[in-house]
């Protein structure tokens, strides 16, 4: 069955102000609901789901049922031992610059500042890189570099185009490499 337009037209002058207003507010509030209540109640029931199996996972390892992963403290110690040595500094500066040699990205003269706590088995090596290359090399660069050191942090990134027709960025990198003292 087809509604003829004229029909419409005049079905539609009957309900005047008003029913377009109602008419406008039924089709907001459906759509609100659509966009925002249903997806919420889907993440309120995730967090329900999950909240419940940490419960019944905490049960049993009370009961006993599950034993329990790690101690605290060989979790520590399997940290520091993932972190390269202090002396070993060097050899993970050097996958970083293959990283950027494999992107054939410009790496300036950088400037490195090892620091030291007290009373800390860690100590950061700050990093601050001058880079020059397009936005596809850089982001390849740091992908690479974070993949092969994994102790690598990546702290800052400031990129910048001297106009908006340039491919080359130029910026500076600035990042901390974390070593094990022990």
Known sequence: MRVHRLTAIEDVRRLGLPGLAGALLLLVAMAWTLLSVLPAREARD???????RAEARLASVQ?????VSEAPGR????FF?????????TTAIDRLFAAAEQERLSLARGEYALVVERD????????????????????????GALEAVPALGLEDLDLQRKQVSDTELEGRIRMTLYLSRR
């Open 46 to 52: 995730r967090a329900q789901a999950s909240a419940q």
């Open 63 to 67: 009961r006993g049922e599950v034993p």
């Open 75 to 78: 979790l520590l110690q399997d």
């Open 81 to 89: 031992a993932g972190l390269p040595a202090q002396p070993g500094a």
């Open 120 to 143: 800390m088995a860690l100590a950061r090596y700050q990093i601050l890189l001058p880079v020059r290359g397009a936005y596809p090399q850089v982001r390849r660069f740091l992908a």
